[in-house]
């Protein structure tokens, strides 16, 4: 049986992240430091559009906000954590600030499966019910809606968290990715993880299975009831109100699937190329993503485009 002491013996761990590859170092920081300040320069737009703009006062921009700032916190959790570690020889991170990284990156992750799949529910009543949306979709329902959201997202990752750290980490401190990612995490212990691996099994289930279920259902009876619309123009307009956040879902859970599904390699040579492809791919999913979604719902939405420009010529004027 593992001793208590031992567990004090890990005080800090080593990101291994791309040393392997030191020649894409210098490159990923210009590149990943380019896109976070993208991420924080358009998603910070959104938000203050949503927010300034009386005519964005809706259910839907008011999540749109929510995801927004999430997008924010996701990536400013993990990515200057990354941009150290690519001018750091040593990339170390202490044993509490990896407990701390570990929780806002799952809890951000967690926060957005329900969010998108609210912010599907929301699309369903204004396509499906839309002389009832303004009293299903009150301030009263989406505002709590959105407050559980993070809510529950915190919870699942203060819980995961815990049974991770709490585990006993017996000398071997080198994690094979660029942030405190769990499931690297996990694989350091020198305990029974089956407690773990049963958890991580329900939380998938309630914070991807189900969010895809109501997404997934949510759309079929919308795009029913665009199929029903007698005119054109009016399956244009009502398939483009949703079709910026379709895009979005179909790109989260689209690497999510691809990340977490795809086969392992046997060949020692292929687990090597698979290995920065799995890293690649969670650079894509961390800080990509991210910089994506306020790009697609500007571009894709007459309203956000339309307040980004009077921002800016209120800005241009004032001076």
């Not at 737009?45 to 906000?65: A, E, K």
């Not at 329900?114 to 009832?132: E, F, G």
């Not at 989260?252 to 290995?275: A, H, R, V």
Request: contains cysteine.
């Amino acid at each position: 049986m593992v001793s208590a002491n031992q567990t004090a013996s890990v005080t800090e761990f080593v990101l291994l992240g791309f040393s392997a590859y030191p020649n894409l170092e210098k490159t990923f920081f210009v590149l990943i430091l380019l896109m976070y300040m993208a991420i924080l320069l358009s998603n910070g737009v959104l938000i203050l559009v949503t927010v300034s703009n009386s005519h964005l006062h809706t259910p839907m921009y008011f999540f749109l906000g929510n995801l927004s700032f999430l997008d924010i916190c996701y990536t400013t959790s993990s990515v200057p954590l990354i941009l150290d570690s690519f001018l750091t020889p040593r990339k170390t991170i202490s044993f509490s600030a990896c407990a701390v990284q570990m929780f806002l990156s799952f809890a951000m992750g967690a926060t957005e499966c329900v969010l998108l799949s609210l912010m599907a529910c929301d699309r369903y009543v204004a396509i499906c019910n839309p002389l009832r949306y303004p009293v299903v979709m009150s301030k009263a329902a989406y505002v709590p809606m959105a407050a559980s959201s993070w809510v529950a997202g915190s919870t699942a990752s203060m819980v995961q968290t815990s049974l991770a750290m709490r585990l006993p980490f017996c000398g071997d401190n080198i994690i094979n990715h660029f942030t405190c990612e769990i499931l690297a995490v996990l694989k350091l212990t020198c305990a029974d993880i089956s407690v773990n691996v049963i958890s991580m099994g329900v939380t998938n289930v309630i914070f991807l299975g189900v969010p895809v279920l109501v997404i997934s259902f949510s759309y079929v009876l919308i795009i029913a009831t665009i199929l029903r619309i007698p005119s054109a123009e009016g399956r244009k307009k009502a398939f483009s109100t949703c079709s910026a956040h379709l895009t979005v879902v179909v790109i989260f859970y689209g690497t999510i699937l691809f990340m977490y599904g795809k086969l392992k390699s046997k060949d020692p040579l292929g687990e090597d190329k698979e290995d920065l492809a799995d890293k690649l791919i969670s650079l894509f999913y961390g800080v990509v993503t991210p910089m994506l979604n306020p790009i697609i719902y500007s571009l894709r939405n007459k309203d956000v485009k339309a307040a980004v420009r009077n921002l800016v010529f209120q800005k241009c004027f004032a001076f």
